[in-house]
């Protein structure tokens, strides 16, 4: 049997009891990084008074999970084993997907344990009341993939959660300041850590903020495009059903997508 359990984010009192009850039955551990993890079961040991008993911990992640699992030896799984990823919920921007499908694949029973999850944290905190939300995970660091992806998460008809690091936060406030100056949205350092920041605000309100901020964190934002929504948003395929010259397509095109009039116009 493999469980897959979810780690604290933050707070480590956010783990379960019956995570700490499997992973103390657990002798061994797939860890997204085995350092990660020794060090969050040494820091449970103390707090929780409780004794582990793992004996093999093996480094299963992004890059090599497939080369591991094919390589490993199916006994194991006999026993009880879990995986781990560094923190939050296995196969949400991070590891584990794969390994399911493994299982699933080679008929190995597994079991997902509910747990911490930053996406659904932000969008409570948020505030905000539509009942559907789109989860985005991290956005391309750069280039066209980069403008894409900033073009659906601001023309979404529902609010979205992304996720950005420290290094990258202020780029994104800037770009969401500049592209959708006056849409409501929530971000949060940190989160469920001692040092928890929150910023809610227009878009335009929070980039201000930011800039006189301590930003090193992790982030989780959730973007309301719908706030200034009184029907339906404007679409790229409203645009090219228009009357209108190409050109002029082009222009709304890159008003609307943050891409050059000239690459709106040849894709036209």
């Known amino acids: 049997m493999v469980y897959f359990i979810p780690t604290p984010i933050g707070n480590l009192d956010d783990i379960t009891l019956r995570s700490l009850k499997l992973l103390s039955e657990c002798h061994t551990l797939f860890c997204e990084d085995t350092r990660v993890t020794k060090k969050l079961l040494s820091l449970l040991s103390q707090r929780q008074n409780i004794e582990f008993h793992i004996e093999n911990y093996i480094s299963l992640h992004s890059h090599n999970e497939k080369k591991v699992l094919e390589s490993i030896d199916k006994d194991i799984f006999e026993k009880s084993v879990a995986y781990l990823s560094d923190a939050g919920m296995p196969c949400i921007s991070d590891p584990g997907s794969y390994f399911i499908k493994f299982c699933q694949e080679n008929k190995i029973d597994y079991e997902v344990l509910p747990g911490a999850n930053a996406a659904l944290l932000a969008y409570a905190t948020s505030g905000f009341s539509n009942p559907k939300f789109v989860f985005y995970g991290f956005l391309p660091h ?33 770009e969401l300041a500049t592209k959708i100056p006056h849409v409501k949205a929530c ?19 929070i980039f201000d903020k930011l800039e006189t901020s301590n930003l090193k964190g992790e982030w989780v934002i959730v973007i309301d495009a719908t706030s200034l929504q009184d029907g339906e948003s404007i679409n790229k395929e ?21 891409l050059s009039v000239k690459e709106c116009y040849n894709s036209l």
Not at 143 to 165: A, F, H, Q, W
Not at 192 to 205: A, D, L, P, V, Y
Not at 241 to 258: F, M, N, R, V, W
């Open 238 to 258: 409203d645009i090219i059903e228009l009357d209108i010259p190409p050109k002029q397509k082009a222009k709304l095109l890159s008003k609307l997508t943050g």
């Open 142 to 174: 750069k280039g066209k993939d980069r403008e894409n992806g900033l073009s659906e998460i601001t023309n979404s008809k529902y609010p979205v959660i992304v996720y950005e690091s420290p290094h990258r936060i202020d780029k994104l406030a800037k």
């Open 187 to 205: 971000f949060i350092k940190e989160a469920t850590k001692k040092f928890e920041k929150r910023f809610i605000g227009t878009c335009e309100e």
